[in-house]
């Protein structure tokens, strides 16, 4: 069983697009994170949701909205693309706000185009 | 910034040699985290070791912190084909009350049949 699974595994979109990535953790964990990795392989953490409540939300444009229905999804929504966008994005979930391993996804591959 | 710092940036090592990769942050933490990544995957937690403690096992790995000089190094025994993969540290502090988990830029191992 995948503990933190997002969908879909690779997007190629246009310029000026909005797309979402899902993602969802049966874990049981209270916390869920939005990672975004660059080119250069740099992780860089976007958002950070404890119980569908936002904890972190690094400096992000506000293109990029997410949305926790429960506390076992989390979504991100990204308008209006642009190409600098293309990145790969991985979910993760911890216990107790992180003060414990963080599992990831297998990432999602964005290309603007 | 607390974020970690991977030393070498690449390694090339025969398969059977003990492969050492450094780290080094610069804020206090709660925990760091190494975790690894094969191409075109998603991240697979290693190890952890809180900060007050100095060495930590598993398996293979072996992971030491060294908070006065704010350094962990991972070392790899016996290294396989298979370890081939990059290699990042993430140091863990608090904001706003929840871990915040903040990754170096990581490291290529490439370990040589």
């Known amino acids: 069983d995948t503990a933190v699974s997002q969908t879909p595994k690779y997007l190629v979109t246009q310029m000026g697009n909005d797309k979402s990535i899902k993602c969802e953790q049966n874990l049981g964990h209270d916390t869920m994170y939005w990672y975004k990795q660059d080119s250069k392989k740099f992780l860089k953490i976007m958002f950070s949701?404890?119980?569908?409540?936002?904890?972190i939300n690094e400096t992000v444009p506000n293109r990029f909205s997410p949305k926790s229905p429960d506390k076992a999804h989390l979504n991100l929504h990204i308008n209006s693309l642009e190409l600098g966008d293309s990145a790969v994005y991985f979910c993760?979930?911890?216990?107790?706000?992180?003060?414990?391993?963080?599992?990831f996804g297998e990432g999602s591959w964005l290309t603007v185009v | 910034s607390q974020q970690g710092e991977e030393d070498p940036q690449a390694l090339s090592i025969q398969e059977g040699e003990n492969a050492t990769m450094n780290c080094s942050y610069k804020?206090?933490?709660?925990?760091l985290q190494w975790y690894r990544q094969n191409s075109g995957r998603g991240l697979v937690h290693l190890i952890l070791i809180r900060s007050n403690e100095r060495e930590k096992h598993s398996g293979r790995l072996r992971v030491t912190l060294d908070t006065s000089k704010k350094s962990s190094s991972l070392l790899i025994t016996a290294s396989r084909a298979a370890d081939t993969a990059s290699y990042f540290c993430?140091?863990?502090?608090?904001?706003?009350?929840?871990?915040?988990?903040?990754f170096g830029k990581g490291m290529k191992l490439t370990v040589n049949p």
């Open positions: 993430a140091t863990a502090g608090t904001q706003g009350g929840s871990e915040k988990l903040v």
């Open positions: 993760a979930s911890s216990q107790n706000r992180g003060r414990n391993t963080i599992y």
């Open positions: 949701y404890n119980n569908k409540e936002l904890i």
């Open positions: 804020t206090s933490i709660n925990n």
